[in-house]
T-cell receptor, first 116, second 113 residues
Framework: GAVVSQHPSWVICKSGTSVKIECRSLDFQATTMFWYRQFPKQSLMLMATSNEGSKATYEQGVEKDKFLINHASLTLSTLTVTSAHPEDSSFYIC????????????FGEGSWLTVV | AQSVTQPDIHITVSEGASLELRCNYSYGATPYLFWYVQSPGQGLQLLLKYFSGDTLVQGIKGFEAEFKRSQSSFNLRKPSVHWSDAAEYFCAVSNSGNTPLVFGKGTRLSVIA
């Protein structure tokens, strides 16, 4: 079946540095991918919609310059957290709809970011 | 705008007992409805989904859910809970198969012996 893979699963970075998280659709093409953030013991909140070949659409309150999203190919979207701060520590998870499975949305395994 | 309400933050059931997790949604048209399970520190696993057709949906791990349009509900059920079912359960809604999901706040399930 369709699989969405995220990398890295865990990352620790220093305050002020940037970190990139990759989201790949392994056996289907994804023109759209969705990025969510989940704080501990909370629900998933949509951050942005990544569109292949065009700019991402950000949800209200999400800083575009801080959370850079690039969707350069039909199988890869990246989220870069720039100038990370401890409050950016969270679980980031991506998802992509697959037309192979009746437009079922598949989720990646998620990426834990800890900023120290 | 779509919204999802999971009224129960935390539920504790005995192993072998039946389970029902509540989910109510707000959406004007026929929604796409999902239930996901998340174990601590893990990603999401899809339990079942409803797009159309039979309103009683069977999922994995013995779970089922029933779509009730009149009540705007999509409650998740399992006849006999196993200890391994302890996890966080999220109900979600979207307006199509390729739009982002809106999640409820989740219900944490604890299973006791």
């Amino acid at each position: 079946g369709a699989v969405v893979s995220q990398h890295p699963s865990w990352v620790i970075c220093k305050s002020g540095t940037s970190v990139k998280i990759e989201c790949r659709s392994l056996d289907f093409q994804a023109t759209t991918m969705f990025w969510y953030r989940q704080f501990p013991k909370q629900s998933l909140m949509l951050m942005a919609t990544s569109n292949e070949g065009s700019k991402a659409t950000y949800e209200q309150g999400v800083e575009k310059d801080k959370f850079l999203i690039n969707h350069a190919s039909l199988t890869l979207s990246t989220l870069t957290v720039t100038s990370a701060h401890p409050e950016d520590s969270s679980f980031y998870i991506c998802s992509a709809p697959s037309s192979l499975s009746g437009n079922t949305i598949y989720f990646g395994e998620g990426s834990w970011l800890t900023v120290v | 705008a779509q919204s999802v309400t999971q009224p129960d933050i935390h539920i504790t059931v005995s192993e072998g007992a039946s389970l029902e997790l509540r989910c109510n949604y707000s959406y004007g048209a026929t929604p796409y409805l999902f239930w996901y399970v998340q174990s601590p520190g893990q990603g999401l696993q899809l339990l079942l989904k409803y797009f159309s057709g039979d309103t009683l949906v069977q999922g994995i791990k013995g779970f089922e859910a029933e779509f009730k349009r009149s009540q705007s509900s999509f409650n998740l059920r399992k006849p006999s809970v196993h200890w391994s079912d302890a996890a966080e359960y999220f109900c979600a809604v979207s307006n199509s198969g390729n739009t982002p999901l809106v999640f409820g706040k989740g219900t944490r399930l604890s299973v006791i012996a």
